[in-house]
Structures are given as structure tokens and as C-alpha cells.
């Protein structure tokens, strides 16, 4: 597809969250519908970017288009929500950046959960649930590669943002949680 660009989706603070691609097509989409489209990386069709926060603006660039989502909307599915410009008693801005980036990954795994759940028509999270564990294992280990394959910044960013999603997909479809691979991290840092 020609009109491939990368879109950098920021949450209601304006800080980038994630990397993903969309079309002249999925811009468009994402203006006329308030929710961020992009193109998947093995299908190419558009699908709604998980979770689907709603859209705050898009707006395109030379080389790029910039969405912000608004990341506050997360408190109807649970998730703690953003707060912009409160960082907490006793926390410095950064600190509290930090807090909200350690909690992401059990933000995302429970919106997989509920993808799970709920099946969504047009959810790419639903498709590969339905294909099963075995895809899901294929897929995984294609981001893998796709990771070590990487050579600029962006390639290894967007890779790596790849791969963690669909090693929660694998979790979420095997009845393990994320908590078990961190506690495994955390026993390996011990002296």
C-alpha cells in the first residue's frame, strides 16, 4: 500500500503511547468515526486501535500522521485513568509518568481479557482468538523476528510493541497472566 504512513498515537497529555501505521483511508475513518484506525501488520486491512479510547484529534504531517487519544476515557473499562498535570502527593511528574507506565501492561492485558470475552466484530484481538493458541504462537514468534530483523529506532520500537502485544494475546489464551512473567523477572534480579 502506497499511502502507508506511521501514526503516533499520544494520550490526553500528549505523550507518545504507541507507534502503529494507518492509510489516507484509516486517517480518514478515524476523523469521520472518533476512533483511531490503523493497519494491521500482516493483514493490512483497518482495524480499530485497542483499546478503543476515543479519538481526540488526528492530524497529518509530512511524513506521518499524529493522534491523540483520550486516555481518560480507560475509567469505563477499569483502568486507572491518566491524569494530566497531577503527579500525586509527593511524586515528581516524572515519577508519576513512570507509575502509569509500569501499570500499562496489566491495562492492556485486561482490555485482552475482555476482548476475549466479548469477541468484538472487527477486533484484530477477537481474530486471533478465534484462530487459536497455535496462531497465536505463530504470530508471536513472526513478531519475534520481525524484532531481531529490525535495524533503525522506530523499527525496534514498533517491534518490540508488537511482540508484548501478542506474548499477552499467547498469556491470555494459555489462562497465564503477565504477573507470572514478571514475578519470574523479578526472581532473576535477586542476589
Sequence with gaps: MVDRKPVVVC???GEPIEVAETSRKGFQKSTEQGVLWVL???TSRLLPLPPE????????????????VDTKAEVDSGAAPAREGQAGAGLSAAAAADSG??????????VIAERQTAM????YTTH???EGPDKIRKKT???AIELILARTEREIISESADLI???????QATGLRIEAVLDALSQRMSP
Aim: charged fraction near 25%; charge should be negative.
Design 128 to 130: 486471533l482468538f478465534r
Design 53 to 68: 479510547a476515543p479519538l481526540v484529534s488526528i492530524v497529518e504531517r509530512q511524513s506521518f500522521y499524529r493522534a491523540v
Design 165 to 171: 502485544y501478542h506474548m499477552l494475546v499467547l498469556l
Design 141 to 143: 514468534g513472526e513478531e
Design 101 to 110: 507506565r509500569s501499570e500499562l501492561l496489566q491495562r492492556l492485558q485486561q
Design 11 to 13: 494520550n490526553s497529555a
Design 40 to 42: 494491521d501488520a500482516e
Design 120 to 123: 468484538p466484530e472487527g477486533s
